[in-house]
């Protein structure tokens, strides 16, 4: 059974950058699609990024394109999302998630492994 833990979160300033990491186990992470999520309290969890298999293809939500960057090395067994030029409206909660299908990911259905989260918090 694949296990996600992510890691990385913390406090900071507008502007500033975190790395987000997710490590995995149980299961080679090669064979699964994995994506970013986040939450905050009272509202829907929200799609940030999602990478396929080999990297081959990358895509972002509209509020976080040009800012973050989704990584993964499948040696490892991990994922990253670097974070840049935070805005207080990254603060959420973010999750590692992993599916088997491109498409569960990117629709944000169905997803069938999902780390406990790791908060962000940026300040004014």
């Known amino acids: 059974q694949l296990q ?8 900071v300033q507008a502007g500033g950058s975190l790395r987000l990491s ?3 186990s149980g ?7 994995m994506g970013w999520f986040r939450q905050d309290p009272g509202k829907e969890r929200e799609f940030v990024s999602a990478i396929s298999w080999s990297s081959a293809s990358i895509i972002y939500a509209d509020s ?5 960057t989704i990584s993964r090395d499948n040696a490892k067994n991990t994922v990253t999302l670097q974070m840049n030029g935070l805005k207080p409206e ?7 998630a992993a599916d088997d299908t491109w498409a569960t ?8 492994y999902w780390g406990k ?4 918090t940026v300040s004014t």
């Open 4 to 11: 996600l833990v992510e890691s990385g979160g913390g406090l």
């Open 22 to 24: 997710c490590a995995a």
């Open 27 to 33: 299961r080679r992470l090669e064979n699964f699609v």
């Open 64 to 68: 976080v394109k040009g800012r973050f």
């Open 90 to 96: 990254d603060t959420a909660v973010y999750f590692c």
């Open 105 to 112: 990911v990117t629709s944000h259905r169905g997803i069938n």
């Open 117 to 120: 989260g790791t908060l962000v």
